[in-house]
C-alpha cells in the first residue's frame, strides 16, 4: 500500500545490495514495472487506488494468459533496458538472465500480483504494513497537496478542478480498497511493520 514506508524499505534493500533497477523515479521504483502496473491497471478501468474494476478483469483466465505472454516478452526484450541500463542490458538482454539479486519496489504489485507470479514464480515477496490511520492521513495530505498544486498551475480550468476531486473521491473506497490489498498479498508474504523499522532499525535489517 502506499504511503506504507515503501520507499525507506526499497531504499534499505539497496543499501544492503539488492538490484531495484537502473531507471527508477522519486518514490524509487522501477519505471519499467511501475509503467506497466500502470498501464494494466488503466486499460481495465481502474487505478491503485479505484482497483475493483481492474481486478476482476485480471482474474479472467484467458485476459490474464494474453496479458503474461506480453509482458513476459518485454522482460526478455529491448523494452528491459529501462530497468537493466546499458552495460546489464549488455551483460544480460534478459531480466531472467540475471545473476544478482534483483527485484523492483511498487505497491500496485499487490493489485497484478498473480500475473508477476507466473512470469517469475520464484519471486519473494516482501510486505511492509503500517497502522491504517496513518497512512489514510498521509494520502490524505499527499492528495489534498497534489490539488493545490493544480489550482497553481499556469494553464489551470475548471475541468482541472473537476478531474482533482473525482481523485480525491475515489478516497471514499479507501477501505474496500484496503480490503483487496490485503485478500492479494497478506498470505504470500511474512509482512513487515514500517512501526518496527523506526524503532528498530538495525535488528530488523539483520533479521
Known sequence: MHRSGTSMLAELLQECGLFLGWEQDVHSEAVFFRNRNESLLRAHGGSWDYPNKASQSIANS?????????????????????????????????LNNLSVPWGWKDPRNGLVLPIWMEIFPGAKIINIIRNPVDVAISLSIREHNN?????????????????????????????????????K?????GPSKYEEYAISPVIDIQY
Open 62 to 94: 484467458k485476459l490474464r494468459a494474453l496479458i503474461t505472454k506480453r509482458l513476459t516478452n518485454d522482460t526478455t526484450s529491448l523494452e528491459c533496458f529501462s530497468y537493466l541500463g546499458l552495460s546489464k542490458y549488455l551483460q544480460y538482454r534478459s
Open 147 to 183: 490539488i493545490l498544486s493544480k489550482l497553481k498551475t499556469p494553464n489551470f480550468t475548471f475541468r482541472n478542478y473537476v478531474g482533482a476531486l473525482k481523485r480525491q473521491k475515489t478516497f471514499c473506497s479507501f477501505s474496500n480498497a484496503w480490503l483487496l490489498w490485503k485478500e
Open 185 to 189: 498479498i497478506w498470505n504470500q508474504s
